[in-house]
């Protein structure tokens, strides 16, 4: 454990604050900071290369692969909507259907049990008649 510690130790720089010892420093220390911030801070950064201007292959055909993903996904979710919207008509008509033949059957129903009384009146009518 203690070897960690030495080695981050190592790799540890800090940044002695700029001495100024009159007020012309100070406002010399200003202007040489306002002037060239970007180019301190360029040099100071000379060792680690700009990483969002590198595109890795990898990583380019994986945000491809990504968009394409998120495309297919999108379209899969319009597909789901539109076969759900379809799914409630399609139920909404099969109830409407069930309906009408339920209306069917009793108008059937009836027409046949008035059928049957004429037929037996019929019948009765005959046999008296007889």
């Not at 360029?42 to 990898?58: F, G, V």
């Not at 009793?106 to 004429?118: C, D, F, G, I």
Request: glycine share 2%; aromatic share 2%; hydrophobic share 30%.
């Amino acid at each position: 454990m203690n070897t960690g510690n030495s080695l981050q130790q190592e790799n540890v720089t800090t940044r002695r604050p700029a001495k100024c010892n009159s007020e012309n420093d100070l406002t010399k220390l200003e202007i040489d900071m306002t002037s060239s911030s970007t180019m301190l801070f360029e040099n100071t950064m000379d060792s680690l290369p700009n990483l969002s201007t590198i595109e890795n292959p990898i990583v380019v055909e994986l945000k491809v692969n990504n968009n394409n993903l998120a495309l297919k996904l999108q379209s899969a979710h319009k597909e789901i909507e539109n076969l759900i919207t379809e799914n409630f008509k399609l139920k909404r008509e099969l109830e409407n259907c069930q309906m009408v033949i339920k209306t069917l059957k009793q108008l059937n129903s009836t027409q046949n049990n008035a059928r049957k009384q004429s037929t037996i009146y019929k019948l009765n009518t005959e046999k008296k008649g007889n």
